[in-house]
Each structure stands twice: as structure tokens, then as C-alpha cells.
């Protein structure tokens, strides 16, 4: 059964930091492409950032040179540093997988090639 639980949400200051985790089962998570997908109230969905098999990574715009993507196959969980956070981050966090033709370095990637996803992890910025 494909399980991603996601962790590492909460509230913090404009400015601060948090790292999100998301703890992935029942697939061969080395083998396939992951990502992080956002929805704030009342907005779109948005592509934040996907990491490719091979470690290449792609974010949004919206975030490129404040959050990392990472993972660790080794405990089949992957990673979202976000640094400098603003009060537009605020958002429900989820990881899920995508096609691996979806992560293309220096593009954002599209929400709507997000599939499985996990229950999500919430932020909140304050300013």
C-alpha cells in the first residue's frame, strides 16, 4: 500500500525557517521522481519544487534560492528546507510523485503532474 506522511508543518515569523518531511512506503521511492505541491485557501494549486531520480532538482519560481529539495533513499524520506519563508508561503504542504519527464531543471514544475499524494503539512507565515 503506497503511503507519503507528511511532517514538519507549523507557524513560524516571516523570515524563519522550517525543514518538511515526508516519510514514503510501500514503492521502490528510489525509483521514482518526487516533489512538493502547495495549496494556499482560495488559490491554485502550485508546483514548489521535484527532484529527479538522478538528484536534479526544479522549483517555482516563487521560491527558487529559499527552499531545497532532498531526499534520502536510504529512509525512503524526502525533504523541503525552506528558508526566508513569507507570509505567501502559507499553505498546505504535500509530497507526491511525478513523471520524471516533469522535472526539468530551471522550470517550475507543474501541479498537475503531481499524482499520489500524502494527507499534506501546514504552514503558516506570519509577517
Known amino acids: 500500500q503506497v503511503q507519503m506522511v507528511e511532517s514538519g508543518g507549523g507557524s513560524v515569523q516571516a523570515g524563519g525557517s522550517l525543514r518538511l518531511s515526508c516519510a514514503a512506503s510501500?514503492?521502490?521511492?528510489?525509483?521514482?521522481?518526487m516533489g512538493w505541491l502547495r495549496q494556499a485557501p482560495g488559490k491554485e494549486r502550485e508546483g514548489v519544487a521535484a527532484?529527479?531520480?538522478?538528484?536534479?532538482?526544479s522549483y517555482a519560481d516563487s521560491v527558487k534560492g529559499r527552499f531545497t529539495i532532498s531526499k534520502d533513499n536510504a529512509k525512503n524520506t524526502l525533504y523541503l528546507q525552506m528558508n526566508s519563508l513569507k507570509p505567501e508561503d502559507t499553505a498546505m504542504y504535500y509530497c507526491?510523485?511525478?513523471?520524471?519527464?516533469?522535472?526539468?531543471?530551471?522550470?517550475?514544475?507543474?501541479?498537475?503532474?503531481?499524482?499520489?499524494r500524502g494527507q499534506g503539512t501546514h504552514v503558516t507565515v506570519s509577517s
Open positions: 510501500g514503492f521502490t521511492f528510489s525509483s521514482y521522481c
Open positions: 527532484i529527479d531520480t538522478d538528484g536534479s532538482t
Open positions: 507526491a510523485r511525478l513523471p520524471c519527464r516533469s522535472v526539468v531543471p530551471g522550470t517550475a514544475p507543474r501541479a498537475a503532474d503531481f499524482g499520489y
